[in-house]
Structures are given as C-alpha cells and as structure tokens.
C-alpha cells in the first residue's frame, strides 16, 4: 500500500517568511536563562527563589547549562537533603563550577553528604583542592579523634580545614592539661564539634575560671561538659546569672527540690537553656530572667512543653509573646487540662456571640476552675463537654467507696430513763 504526502510548498514558503520566532528564543540571554531555570527547577529548587538565585550571581548566567546540570548530578549523588543542597548552592553558587567538583568527585563518594557539601563548600570559597582534605583528615586522626568524630567535625566546623596544626594542638593540649582523657576529649569533639571555634586564652580559660569562682570544683565541671559539652557555649557571666536568679526563687519547697535535683549546676544550665528559649520567640533577656523568676514550673518543665505553649499563645491564641511577662502563670499550666479547654469555651461563646467584654490572657489563665466554670461554663450547657472535669456527663470519681460513710456513722446508745434524768439534775442542780 503507497501512502501520499501532500505538501503545499507555496504556503509553507509564506508562513517560513513572515513568522518570527518567540523573542524569548530570540534573545540568547533569555535563551540561557531559561534553561538553566529549568536546570534548577528539575533539581528541586523553589521556584520562587531561583530568579533571585542567578540574577544575583553572573557566575551561573555565564556558565553552561549542561556543566551546570553535570555539578548537581555530582552533588545529588551524595544524597543530601534538599534543604541542605539548596543552602549551600545558595550561599556558595561557585560550589557548582563543573571543573572543580571533577576534582573533587573521585574523594567525595560514599561519605557523609552533609559533610561533604559544608566541606566544598569552605574549599570552594578558599580555593582548596581534595589534598587539603585529605590532610585535615590525618591531621586530626593523629590528634587521636575516631573516625566518627573526624565526620562529625568536619560537617559541624568545615573551617577546621583552614585551622593551623598549632592553632589544633594548642586546644588539645588545654583539655588534656586540666583532666580529660582522650576517650571525653572524643566525645566532647564528637558532640559539640563547633568548639573549635573558641579560643583558649578568651574563652575556655575564663569560663572554666568562673565555675572554679562561682564553687565549682574542677571534677564536677568535668562530669557536666563530659556530659553536655553544649555547657561550654555559656558566655562569661551567664552562668553567675542565672545562680543568682535561682538563690532568688520564692517558691514552695518541692518546686525548689525539683529544680536542684541534679545540682547547682545542672539546675543553671537549665534556666539557661530555657532563657535561650524564650529568647528566640522574641523576648529580651531581662523579661525572660522576670518570667522565669515569677513561674519557677517553667525551670522543671522540658523545653519542647514550653515551645509548645508559646507556638499556642502566638499561632492560635493571637497572642503576642509580651504577655508572657504579664502572665507568666501561663507556663505553669498544664496544656492539655488548662490551656486548651478553656480557650475552647472562650472562642466558642464568642463565635456565639455570648461575651459582653473581650476576654484577655488574664481571665483564661488566672481564674480558679471553679470561678471560670460558674462564669463561662455552667450558664450554656452546650460548653460542658469541651471544659471537661465539671461536665454533667463526666464521671467523678469518689475518694472513697459508694458506702464508706456508714463506717463514720456515730454509735447510738440507748435512751435514758426519767430516773437517769432526775439523778443527773439532782447531781448538778
């Protein structure tokens, strides 16, 4: 069977001759712009950020499209996380120059990918190639670190690579010179690998000055940084702070034990962390010191609680963080049995309109649960079952057993005669 093609070359040679292509096919800018977006995109980057990404950085405008696919091809066979790839990329586009990462792609396989990435991406910026890993490496196993811990470092401070022997050795020998072996000296690195980035003449030798002022021997600071080498971020005088918040707690005596539980300076470190946590939600410090002084709970409560508290103030409640320094009360509560029912009730009785006067952060939080039931709860049955213990469907359960008072019952004794009664007056008339 033959098949006929008709073609009509006289209106082909006319639609060839008056049609343009597209000026973004046109333009060999736009032209390159659009592929390397659609290299970005394919990869995973948001699209929202990418036009700001190469309009900021010529370097990748300049670069091929292909070469550029070829580099991310290298660094997603790591396998890292989008969210780290899109970090590093960002903050250090050069990172993707194709002939640098072949260098780098025959020492680079099978390793931790967060490592890798912050690695090249501090080479990247100083011009490094693999050997100046490759001596890192050694450099720091001869100091006696675990391989696991040469990992950790170098993904957690990638700037260890620049650092001079003597600059390393000169931090070594500090931890050694006052009592840690080299199995904590590991573990220390290992868990709290940013340390290297403090001093020792102006940082470590004054902080570990303080803990010996403040009463501390040297063996219990060494079971805390051992324990949580994090300790060691305090800045100078932080800790004398928060002692002295503490010494100035006016709380009931279980509270105070609880907080002192593991020692002064467990119980320290713990008002530090939890100022640290009010801070990143926007309070300074001296109104978090003021928070944490008014409801103490707050010291024994875990920080992840009191992030959740706050992300309810601030995301569901419409509150702003200030009022914690009003109502610190607010952290003492318990979430689920306070919090979150009486907030309930409120915001229903105000989609029903059954609120004269807004209710603040003050009358949810500071009313007995008595009061705020007689007031918000108890006039609308429908709010019963959202409140909870007071509900008329909730079962109470007794103290003692249904039939416990027959055991209080008073004994009775037999009725007295009119002879009993006439001897008693005679006796006392």
Not at 210 to 233: I, K, W, Y
Not at 257 to 266: Q, V
Request: net charge positive.
């Amino acid at each position: 069977m033959a098949i006929r093609v008709l073609t009509r070359p006289t209106s082909h040679r006319v639609i060839a001759s008056t049609c343009k292509p597209p000026p973004s096919l046109a333009n060999p800018k736009l032209r390159c712009f659009s592929s390397i977006h659609s290299v970005f995109h394919r990869y995973g980057f948001p699209i929202s950020q990418i036009p700001n990404l190469l309009s900021k950085n010529q370097f990748l405008l300049n670069s091929n499209a292909s070469d550029i696919e070829k580099s991310l091809k290298i660094l997603t066979s790591l396998k890292p996380s989008q969210e780290l790839l899109v970090s590093v990329v960002s903050s250090c586009p050069s990172v993707l120059e194709f002939e640098f990462l072949k260098d780098w792609e025959m020492g680079i396989s099978n390793v931790n990918s967060s490592m890798v990435l912050n690695v090249l991406e501090v080479s990247r910026k100083f011009s490094l190639g693999p050997e100046t890993l490759s001596r890192c490496i050694q450099r720091l196993k001869g100091l006696g670190f675990s391989d696991g811990t040469v990992t950790r470092v170098l993904g957690g401070f990638p700037m260890v690579i620049v650092m001079d022997e003597n600059g390393l050795g000169e931090r070594i020998q500090f931890w050694v010179g006052i009592g840690f072996d080299t199995k904590q000296i590991d573990r220390i690195f290992n868990l709290f690998p940013s340390i290297l980035v403090f001093g020792v003449g102006n940082k470590l030798k004054p902080l570990f000055k303080e803990f010996e002022e403040l009463g501390f021997t040297l063996d219990a600071t060494r079971r805390e940084v051992v324990r949580d080498p994090s300790v060691l971020r305090l800045e100078l005088g932080e800790l004398s702070r928060c002692l002295e918040l503490l010494g100035s707690l006016k709380c009931r005596v279980p509270i105070k034990e609880k907080i002192y539980s593991e020692g002064a300076f467990r119980a320290g470190i713990e008002v530090k962390r939890r100022v640290d946590c009010l801070c990143r939600y926007g309070l300074i410090r001296r109104d978090a010191f003021k928070v944490l002084w008014k409801e103490p709970r707050a010291i024994t409560y875990e920080i992840k609680d009191i992030e959740k508290k706050i992300e309810f103030l601030i995301h569901r409640m419409k509150f702003d963080v200030l009022w914690l320094v009003d109502v610190p009360e607010y952290l003492g509560v318990n979430f689920e049995k306070q919090i979150v029912p009486r907030y309930n009730v409120i915001e229903y009785l105000r989609s029903k309109g059954g609120l004269a006067n807004k209710v603040g952060l003050k009358g949810l939080i500071k009313l007995s649960r008595l009061i705020f039931h007689n007031l918000y709860v108890k006039p609308y049955p429908e709010c019963e079952i959202m409140f909870g213990r007071f509900a008329g469907d909730v079962e109470v359960n007794n103290k003692h057993p249904v039939g416990m008072w027959k055991l209080f019952k008073p004994k009775k004794y037999p009725e007295s005669s009119k002879e009993d009664l006439e001897n008693i007056k005679g006796l006392f008339g």
